[in-house]
């Protein structure tokens, strides 16, 4: 109901504004008649129940595909050759302006390490992974899962990774950063959709700022063991007036801090057993000694091994922060 109301609303918009064209443009091409009766035609499937109810199968079309494009008739397993083509001509692209907003894949700065491994279920992904150099206002990192799948929670990544990039230029702490985030994405996004995410500030001196909106407790080495950061809050974008505290720790040479998705904790292998958060926190404390790209191998190697010839089912992101206690360290791979 709340997509279909969405959906009216922006169909009627688009009618009025092909009203509007046709009246002030001579000629009346006849693209733009075919297009208006498209329109009218879907509003009319809104009005009689049948929107998004593919006309070959009678089955659900894919939402993402309706908020995307709300004049799809036919679901993926009936759309024509050329429909096909042009689809997966899209992904592709989708999929190149998806890795392009992606940091490098690792990082040294002022005594920090960062590298991350970002893996989509499909072509394009819901998660949403960056990382931002602010000079003396310290290394910025976030790592999120947006809801849904495919290509519309995709556009919502991007429609994060504007936003945070944004705001972090403003030179607002990180409490502020993360409450008006989420105004924002509360703002402009349909109330069913929401993101989780971590995010944080790692500054020259070794001190850390998280802040956990709804995302998997991040895991940190510390006194030979593996212990989880607490301080969750809600999701963005549920309510435009959420509040997030801050969690402050300071890292010594050696800690690293893990953060990760759903996709990770949640994977599955061919009995249906989930990966778990306990069997990542394992393989940090047993690896936890070794250089962090070496650490997010055998994170990566042994969540492969678990779900060995099985279907991925989401998305999977592994972060790894860690603290080398090298505050000359400048250099971006």
Same mark, same amino acid.
């Given at each position: 109901?709340?997509?279909?109301?969405?959906?009216?609303?922006? =169909?009627?918009?688009?009618?009025?504004?092909?009203?509007?064209?046709?009246?002030?443009? $001579?000629?009346?091409? #006849? %693209? !733009? /008649? *075919?297009?208006?009766?498209?329109?009218?035609?879907?509003?009319?499937?809104?009005?009689?129940?049948?929107?998004?109810?593919?006309?070959?199968?009678?089955?659900?079309?894919?939402?993402?595909?309706?908020?995307?494009?709300?004049?799809?008739?036919?679901?993926?397993?009936?759309?024509?050759?050329?429909?096909?083509?042009?689809?997966?001509?899209?992904?592709?692209?989708?999929?190149?302006?998806?890795?392009?907003?992606?940091?490098?894949?690792?990082?040294?700065?002022?005594?920090?390490?960062?590298?991350?491994?970002?893996?989509?279920?499909?072509?394009?992904?819901?998660?949403?992974?960056?990382?931002?150099?602010?000079?003396?206002?310290? =290394?910025?990192?976030?790592?999120?899962?947006?809801?849904?799948?495919?290509?519309?929670? $995709?556009?919502?990544? #991007? %429609? !994060? /990774? *504007?936003?945070?990039?944004?705001?972090?230029?403003?030179?607002?702490?990180?409490?502020?950063?993360?409450?008006?985030?989420?105004?924002?994405?509360?703002?402009?996004?349909?109330?069913?959709?929401?993101?989780?995410?971590?995010?944080?500030?790692?500054?020259?001196?070794?001190?850390?700022?998280?802040?956990?909106?709804?995302?998997?407790?991040?895991?940190?080495?510390?006194?030979?063991?593996?212990?989880?950061?607490?301080?969750?809050?809600?999701?963005?974008?549920?309510?435009?007036?959420?509040?997030?505290?801050?969690?402050?720790?300071?890292?010594?040479?050696?800690?690293?801090?893990?953060?990760?998705?759903?996709?990770?904790?949640?994977?599955?292998?061919?009995?249906?057993?989930?990966?778990?958060?306990?069997?990542?926190?394992?393989?940090?404390?047993? %690896?936890?000694?070794?250089?962090?790209?070496?650490?997010?191998?055998?994170?990566?190697?042994?969540?492969?091994?678990?779900?060995?010839?099985?279907?991925?089912?989401?998305?999977?992101?592994?972060?790894?922060?860690?603290?080398?206690?090298?505050?000359?360290?400048?250099?971006?791979?």
């Amino acid at each position: 109901m709340v997509i279909n109301d969405f959906v009216r609303q922006q =169909l009627e918009t688009r009618r009025e504004r092909l009203r509007d064209t046709l009246t002030e443009r $001579s000629g009346h091409p #006849a %693209h !733009l /008649h *075919a297009l208006l009766h498209e329109v009218d035609s879907a509003l009319d499937r809104v009005a009689n129940g049948s929107y998004g109810i593919c006309e070959a199968c009678h089955d659900e079309i894919e939402t993402d595909r309706l908020i995307c494009d709300p004049l799809v008739r036919f679901c993926l397993d009936h759309l024509s050759r050329q429909e096909r083509d042009a689809l997966e001509r899209d992904l592709e692209l989708a999929a190149n302006v998806q890795k392009g907003l992606l940091p490098p894949c690792t990082l040294e700065r002022d005594g920090w390490h960062i590298c991350y491994h970002y893996e989509p279920a499909g072509v394009v992904s819901g998660d949403y992974c960056d990382v931002i150099d602010a000079g003396r206002r310290g =290394l910025y990192f976030m790592v999120g899962d947006v809801s849904g799948k495919g290509v519309a929670a $995709s556009m919502l990544m #991007a %429609h !994060l /990774h *504007a936003t945070f990039r944004a705001l972090i230029q403003a030179g607002i702490d990180l409490k502020c950063l993360l409450e008006h985030a989420s105004r924002v994405f509360a703002e402009s996004t349909l109330p069913n959709q929401y993101a989780t995410i971590v995010c944080g500030r790692a500054l020259p001196d070794g001190s850390l700022e998280i802040s956990n909106a709804g995302h998997p407790a991040p895991l940190l080495t510390r006194d030979g063991s593996v212990v989880a950061v607490d301080g969750a809050n809600l999701p963005m974008g549920m309510f435009l007036n959420e509040e997030y505290s801050v969690t402050k720790l300071s890292l010594a040479r050696g800690e690293v801090l893990v953060v990760y998705s759903d996709g990770v904790s949640e994977a599955t292998d061919s009995l249906n057993t989930e990966y778990g958060a306990e069997r990542l926190r394992n393989i940090i404390g047993e %690896h936890r000694s070794k250089k962090p790209v070496d650490l997010l191998a055998a994170l990566c190697d042994d969540l492969a091994a678990f779900r060995f010839n099985c279907r991925k089912a989401d998305d999977a992101t592994l972060f790894v922060l860690a603290r080398t206690g090298d505050a000359n360290a400048s250099v971006l791979n």
